[in-house]
Nanobody, 126 residues
């Protein structure tokens, strides 16, 4: 049974940073491109960042470029998202997702991802 389990969210002050993680169970982690999406209160879920199976390629949504960093540790089957200079508009539930890939492509659309975690909430207080 495949599980993606996010952790590390919570309440942070604007301007601070936080790192969230996603541990995978039941899949060959290094065979999957991974991504983070988020859903703010009252809004649709949106793409945040993605990383290829090797970690060599990454892509980010414009609102988080330069402030967020996605990386992975294939030896630990874990995905990470470092978030710096947090803003109130970063408040959301953050979801990790897995996309089986034999190439280095990274997808930004939700429909490309087969497995999803249940999310971790990040609340930025101004």
């Amino acid at each position: 049974q495949v599980q993606l389990v996010e952790s590390g969210g919570g309440l942070v002050q604007a301007g601070e940073y936080v790192t969230i993680s996603c541990k995978s169970f039941g899949l060959v982690f290094r065979s999957y491109a991974m991504a983070w999406f988020r859903q703010a209160p009252g809004k649709e879920r949106e793409f945040v960042a993605a990383i290829s199976w090797s970690g060599e390629f990454t892509t980010y949504a414009d609102p988080v470029k330069g402030r967020y960093s996605i990386y992975r540790d294939n030896a630990k089957d874990t995905l990470y998202l470092e978030m710096y200079n947090l803003k109130a508009e970063d408040t959301a539930v953050y979801y990790c997702a897995a996309d089986y890939r034999v190439n280095q492509r990274v997808a930004t659309t939700q429909g490309d991802y087969e497995y999803w975690g249940r999310g971790t909430r990040v609340t930025v207080s101004s």
